[in-house]
């Protein structure tokens, strides 16, 4: 059973930086796609970056956060980052590390089985 934890939420003024991590567990071996997930209240959920576990070679942002954040891992803890710079009000939301046994990195939402509890993020004006 895949098991993931997020961290390092928090409010922080616009145009701050944030850090995130998703401690993961229980990955079998298989091919595995993390990805960080965002919702905010009445919102459609929003995947802004996704990477393959324990590779670096397959990773995707999406167009509201290219540039400004980046996801990294750390294999020999077994978690996902997610370093948020220049952030804006819009980027307000609760943050999601969730994951998938599959073939490609997907920013699709929809995709992804397994969820953490998520960690709330609220950037002030």
């Known amino acids: 059973q895949v098991h993931l934890t997020e961290s390092g939420g928090g409010s922080v003024q616009a145009g701050g930086s944030l850090r995130l991590s998703c401690a993961a567990s229980?990955?079998?071996?298989?091919?595995?796609?993390v990805a960080w997930i965002r919702q905010a209240p009445g919102k459609q959920r929003e995947a802004v970056a996704c990477?393959?576990?324990?590779?670096?070679?397959?990773?995707y942002y999406s167009n509201s956060v290219e540039g400004r954040f980046t996801i990294s891992q750390d294999n020999a803890k077994d978690t996902v980052y997610l370093d948020m710079s220049s952030l804006e009000p819009w980027d307000s939301a609760m943050y999601y590390c969730?994951?998938?046994?599959?073939?490609?990195?997907?920013?699709?939402?929809?995709?992804?089985?397994?969820w953490g509890q998520g960690t709330q993020v609220t950037v002030a004006s």
């Open positions: 969730a994951a998938r046994d599959a073939l490609f990195c997907s920013l699709n939402p929809d995709l992804y089985t397994y």
């Open positions: 990477t393959r576990v324990h590779r670096n070679d397959e990773i």
């Open positions: 229980g990955f079998t071996d298989s091919i595995w796609y």
